[in-house]
């Protein structure tokens, strides 16, 4: 290979790295993976003492149009408490969550977001002495609000700051031991890569070529 092309394939990295270009960074059609660990803690715990426990999964978010994204997230997490008897115990519980935000600085490196959405939820119900309980369904749904930011450090990377208020549809969380149905709150981080489609490739290409010629 000679030196030309070589040299060409470590500036276009480059650019793909570190460049953090004028336009929008929720553009349309712009999509991230990423993971996602978080923190979760209950609230209104009742008879029963609550502390953080932590969780971990998979990110994602599709932007439909500027200033509106699509955001989901698949996880693990746990719920800590202990009771009367001073025995701590945990429940655990498997989501896919589903959001809608609006992006309230799409063209800025640092956008923040309010989202709302809801979760398909498979957990381990608990009494409150955190044995398993008779006839409880272990499938939920969560009704979620919450605010975050996006944090670009490039084009192609981001980490996302999330807290999230979730409303369960159970008293089984930490066993029955409030009159209303549980409730917690989350927070979050998140790394993403972002993938784009042909006209953005074809773009920064251009861009690149454009940079050369004016280098000469």
Not at 3 to 25: A, D, E, N, R
Not at 75 to 90: C, D, I, P, Q, Y
Not at 150 to 155: H, Q, R, V, Y
């Amino acid at each position: 290979m000679s030196k030309f092309p070589f040299c060409y394939l470590i500036s276009l990295l480059l650019v793909f790295m570190l460049t953090v270009p004028s336009f929008g960074q929720t553009r349309v059609g712009k999509f991230g993976v990423g993971v996602d660990g978080s923190m979760q803690y209950i609230l209104g715990g009742g008879s029963v003492k609550t502390s953080p426990a932590i969780g971990y999964g998979v990110n994602m978010s599709y932007s439909i149009m500027e200033g509106i994204s699509l955001r989901s997230k698949i996880a693990v997490n746990e719920l800590s408490w202990t009771n009367s008897l001073n025995k701590t115990s945990t429940t655990d519980l498997m989501a896919a969550n589903f959001y809608v935000s609006g992006d309230l600085m799409p063209n800025s490196s640092f956008n923040l977001f309010l989202l709302g959405g809801g979760g398909l939820v498979f957990f381990d119900p608990k009494t409150a002495a955190g044995g398993r309980p008779g006839f409880v369904s272990s499938f939920d749904i969560h009704f979620i609000g919450g605010a975050g930011a996006d944090i670009f450090l490039s084009e192609f990377w981001s980490i996302t700051l999330m807290g999230e208020y979730v409303l369960t549809n159970s008293k089984d969380y930490n066993g029955p031991v409030n009159s209303d149905n549980d409730s917690f709150l989350r927070g979050s981080v998140q790394i993403r890569y972002y993938l784009f489609d042909q006209s953005f490739i074809t773009k920064l290409f251009e861009a690149q070529r454009e940079r050369s010629k004016r280098s000469k």
